[in-house]
């Protein structure tokens, strides 16, 4: 019965996620590592790395990945129901609503005012990913990469999954001989 618990891990992560997946990954993260143990901190933090590296959004990717690895075809299909019909269904529905109220100040400070609980969320999450990096391959080696992706991304305007694919290179090429 493992695919009913997928299906209320991602359903809540996803209906709470506000903003879309890279809201709800703070959410998923923590019914798939902690609350559930279906992956350790570098898995997630791994998973998320080469699913931001592919196309397309990133909650489908959490969920077929986890899903599968779980309870295989019936795990994966659980979950991905669980993150894209609530999503597709509010959308339909908040979307209608949306348009008949667009000019109300409490729809616009509702939309505002939750912006900040988002950023720590995902504030949060970056703290618990760069933790575990820390401890697998040191401090000066996270803040290297760290440094070089920001470098990558902010100055030079690479694209993200580019700067995902050469830090999959390095870690493949360079680390690989360390560990």
Do not use: C
């Not at 570098?42 to 196309?55: C, R």
């Not at 979307?95 to 720590?120: D, E, F, N």
Request: net charge positive; hydrophobic share 60%.
């Amino acid at each position: 019965m493992e695919w009913i618990e997928l299906f209320i891990s991602f359903f809540v992560s996803n209906v709470l996620g506000y903003g879309g997946g890279p809201a709800s990954i703070p959410l998923m993260y923590e019914e798939v590592v902690i609350r559930r143990g279906w992956l350790s901190d570098l898995e997630f933090s791994n998973m998320l790395a080469l699913g931001n590296a592919l196309p397309g959004p990133i909650a489908t990717k959490i969920a077929a990945f986890v899903g599968y690895g779980v309870s295989g075809w019936v795990g994966m299909a659980s979950a991905l129901i669980a993150t894209v019909v609530p999503s597709a269904v509010a959308l339909i529905l908040l979307l209608k609503l949306l348009q008949k109220y667009r000019s109300s100040s409490v729809v616009k400070g509702m939309t505002l005012l939750v912006q900040p609980v988002i950023a720590i969320m995902m504030l949060t999450l970056t703290w618990q990913m760069g933790k575990s990096s820390i401890v697998s391959v040191g401090a000066m080696q996270t803040l290297g990469i760290a440094a070089v992706a920001f470098w990558a991304m902010n100055i030079r305007k690479i694209h993200p999954a580019l700067v995902i694919l050469a830090a999959f290179a390095y870690g493949g090429l360079v680390l690989s001989r360390i560990v």
